[in-house]
């Protein structure tokens, strides 16, 4: 009997969009604000400009240039370059998200990724959140219009990962 209570409230759980089995009352039912569209376009912005500048300081100083004068094909060159970038960015928003709950850009405007209970994410939701944003991107940007409808204001990316961006808390 106390196992088909269970199986039910998970159910329940995930019938309402939770993930099963976790004390979802910190963040669902406590004074939090959502980070809209707007803010995260502009944390995105400023991400995307610290982006540029790691990849051109670390790829093209330190890596291309001496590639290209040992290698003598600009071809694999450029693919190396780009297999580089692809890694610091990876590692870019994994840690970011994980260990600042956010990126310099969201941590700048004062913003958090967290799980349902209010937490910072771990590494494996980071890693489930950064994979699942090549969705939303590649979908034409839908992923992220979901904020615009979502009562959480949550993204593609934040629904699969069980995260929410939440204004933090002076």
């Known amino acids: 009997r106390q196992r088909q209570m269970c199986k039910e409230t998970a159910y329940q759980q995930y019938y309402q969009g939770y993930p099963p089995n976790l ?3 910190n963040i669902q039912n ?3 604000e959502y980070a809209g569209f707007g803010i995260r376009f502009l944390a995105w912005l400023i991400d995307l400009f610290v982006c540029s500048f790691i990849n051109f300081s670390v790829l093209y100083l330190v890596v ?3 590639l290209v004068i040992i290698l003598e094909s600009l071809l694999i060159t450029v693919f190396i370059t780009f297999l580089s970038a692809l890694v610091i960015n990876f590692f870019y928003f994994i840690a970011s998200y994980s260990i600042i709950q956010g990126t310099p ?4 405007l004062r ?3 967290v799980d349902v209970n209010g937490n910072r994410i771990s590494y ?3 890693l489930i959140r950064y994979l699942s944003a090549i969705l939303s991107t590649i979908s034409l940007g839908i992923g992220y ?5 979502d009562d959480k204001k949550r993204a593609l990316h934040d629904k699969i990962a069980s995260t929410y961006v939440i204004r933090a808390r002076k």
């Open 23 to 25: 004390n979802t009352s």
């Open 30 to 32: 406590s004074n939090v």
């Open 64 to 66: 291309m240039i001496p």
């Open 105 to 108: 850009g969201k941590f700048f």
């Open 111 to 113: 913003l958090k990724v």
């Open 124 to 126: 494996v939701t980071a």
């Open 145 to 149: 219009l979901l904020i615009i409808s």
